[in-house]
């Protein structure tokens, strides 16, 4: 996926997360909105750039990565819903490119993609975009508003040993 493919995305995914987060549509909103979309949207752009530093699609394409973003606002209370940003490209470049991405670098250097990918210059490339959206909305709303006791992170971070 391209970098408008990828801005698209987060930028609609923030405020698609505002509103299942904050559904009253105050005020409140917005401001959810806005603490959700800027680093969703800078956590989205990050994976890319390894197209200058390391390997394109390995280096800050893999799951220890993403582990990274996770755990950082746990441990620090820092850069929280980037790892949604780095997520979500994660599953952009596996969906929309026959190439893949190298999930289990650097122990393996092996690209997995979807075998039917849609590459970053089709005519369906927005399309996958906002389907994707659409569906990643979908799970944010039963984790938050359907299943929440499964997905206590306040929980997993008392766990952790700060
Ligand atoms: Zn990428």
Known sequence: MNKEGHVLNAVLLGIGLGFILEPSGTFET?????????????????????????????TLHNLPVLGIFVAFPLLFANLSYVWIGVFTHYVLDYLGSRRGIALFYPLSK?????????????????????????????????????????????????????
Do not use: Q, W
């Open 110 to 162: 092996r690209e997995y993609g979807f075998p039917s990918g849609v590459t970053t210059s089709s005519r369906f490339a927005n399309v996958v975009t906002i389907v994707v959206t659409a569906v990643e909305l979908a799970a944010a709303f039963v984790i938050v508003h359907v299943l929440p006791e499964y997905f206590d992170l306040g929980a997993i971070a008392a766990m952790l040993p700060v």
């Open 30 to 58: 917005l401001r959810t909105i806005v603490a959700v979309t800027i680093p969703v949207t800078l956590g989205a752009l990050f994976p890319d750039v390894d197209t200058a530093f390391g390997k394109h699609r390995k």
